[in-house]
């Protein structure tokens, strides 16, 4: 019989920053243990009648390899998910919950009902994520600018000097925002720059300077506490799931 594999895909949202992800994974297929490295991204995710909540990691997640089924999710940018569920970021840094934790069952139960019953249940998580855009209006604009900032590389004084906050107040709104300190995230997204750059095949030392790294000894520090992994071992993983990728981030089933 031929092998059967799970089945990742992935589209820009309507919902500004974010992206809508699907992942089947059939009963009987191939899945080995894998790592979603952190992103200072967020997601929900419906998966066997249930919505998930994946909060900001700050090390890589362990996706249990038994997991089977499938799931549709929305991942949004960083800052964007705590406005649309009304929760701080810090308060699920590193975890995994429930929607029923955070909302009335009522409105989560219209909510999965509304889920259920969709034949394209992706599809119906973003055009609720974009009412609910709607109803709570957008991230606040200073703490999306510092997320801009810190993507494209700035330092974290600059893009503090750039949106006029303190010291504090920056650390304050972005634990709110982003689930950690501006150091942090500027970290997780340097990280993820690199490691798009080694995808590409562009060597490890040339990938962490384009990155904002000082050397490749840099990045691999960066590797080894963020994403619990070395390079070469993160680009061996890559090549072997090459026809199947995973959803990056905190894009994961509970």
Known sequence: MPRRHQRYQERPSRLDGAVVWTLDVPPGSELSARSVLPDGCMDLIWTARRLVVAGPDTHAFEVDPRNRGSCAAIRFAPGTAPVLLGVPAHELRDHRVDLTELWPRRAVATLTGRLGRSADPAAALEEFALARSADTGPPDPLTAAVADGLRRGRSVASTAAEVGL????????????????????????????????????????????????????????????????????????????????HPSGSSTTA
Not at 177 to 198: H, S
Not at 201 to 208: F, I, M, Q, R, V
Not at 225 to 232: I, M, N, Q
Request: glycine share 8%; with cysteine; proline share 4%.
């Open 166 to 245: 303190g010291a504090r107040q920056l650390h304050r709104r972005s634990l709110a925002a982003f689930g950690y300190g501006p150091k942090t995230l500027a970290r997780i997204l340097r990280l993820q720059r690199a490691l798009a750059l080694v995808r590409t095949g562009l060597p490890y030392a040339e990938a962490a300077c384009a990155a904002g790294c000082t050397d490749q000894a840099h990045l691999a520090r960066e590797m080894r506490d963020l994403a619990g992994t070395t390079l070469g071992a993160y680009v061996a993983s890559a090549a072997a799931n090459n026809d199947t990728p």
